[in-house]
């Protein structure tokens, strides 16, 4: 069973950091691209940011390029999303997800229950 | 950009619904649906416009290619109920989600 449990988000000070980790198991975490998506409270989906499965490519959405890195250690079949120069509108669930298939064709078929970060003074 | 139409619907049990999604430019056949419970992670329905995923229910189906895409629900149940999310694939950066579309009880 594909399971995707993420951690990290709490409460922050706006122009703080923060590290979120997704820890996946029950697939073969370094065959699969992943992706960072978020949803603030009451609103739609975002896409955040993505990775490749081995070669190291990534992505961001304008909104966080930047600010935000993220990461993965297929060792330890952990994806992270280091978050700096925090914003109020940053305030989200962060959910990890796979992609289905291909870097190419991103669609997301497994997702995580969330964390929620919250930016805040 | 993805543009979903209505924002919100409201629907009886055993009803027929479609949602709309329009893209900003040709997107081909490179769209997908999720749909969302309150307080849970997002779930594929639907990829390429429309295959239905495994468990899927076969009232659940999908339409459409180039700009123009529509999810339908036949004989709405009550495990229907919940927020439909169109997606597309086809660029690899951004990927873009509809603003999706609340499908409420009557």
């Known amino acids: 069973e594909v399971r995707l449990l993420e951690s990290g988000g709490t409460l922050v000070q706006p122009g703080g950091s923060l590290r979120l980790s997704c820890a996946a198991s029950?697939?073969?975490?370094?065959?699969?691209?992943m992706a960072w998506v978020r949803q603030a409270p009451g609103e739609g989906l975002e896409w955040v940011s993505s990775i490749s499965a081995t070669d190291g490519t990534t992505s961001y959405a304008d909104s966080v390029k930047g600010r935000f890195t993220i990461s993965r250690d297929n060792n330890k079949n952990k994806l992270f999303l280091q978050m700096n120069s925090l914003r109020v509108e940053d305030t989200a669930v962060y959910y990890c997800?796979?992609?289905?298939?291909?870097?190419?064709?991103?669609?997301?078929?497994?997702w995580g229950q969330g964390t929620l970060a919250i930016v805040s003074s | 950009q993805m543009t979903q139409s209505p924002s919100s619907l409201s629907a009886s049990v055993g009803d027929r619904v479609t949602i709309t999604c329009r893209a900003s430019?040709?997107?081909?056949?490179?769209l997908n649906w999720y749909q969302q419970k309150p307080g849970k992670a997002p779930k594929l329905l639907i990829d390429?416009?429309?295959n239905l995923q495994s468990g899927v229910p076969s009232r659940f189906s999908g339409s459409g290619s180039g700009t123009d895409f529509t999810l339908s629900i036949s004989d709405l149940q009550p495990e229907d109920f919940a927020t439909y999310y169109c997606?597309?694939?086809?660029?690899?950066?951004?990927?873009?989600f509809g603003q999706g579309t609340r499908l409420e009880i009557k």
């Open positions: 029950g697939f073969t975490f370094g065959n699969y691209a």
């Open positions: 997606q597309q694939s086809y660029t690899t950066s951004p990927i873009t």
């Open positions: 390429s416009v429309s």
């Open positions: 430019q040709n997107i081909l056949t490179y």
């Open positions: 997800a796979t992609y289905s298939a291909s870097w190419h064709v991103p669609e997301f078929d497994y």
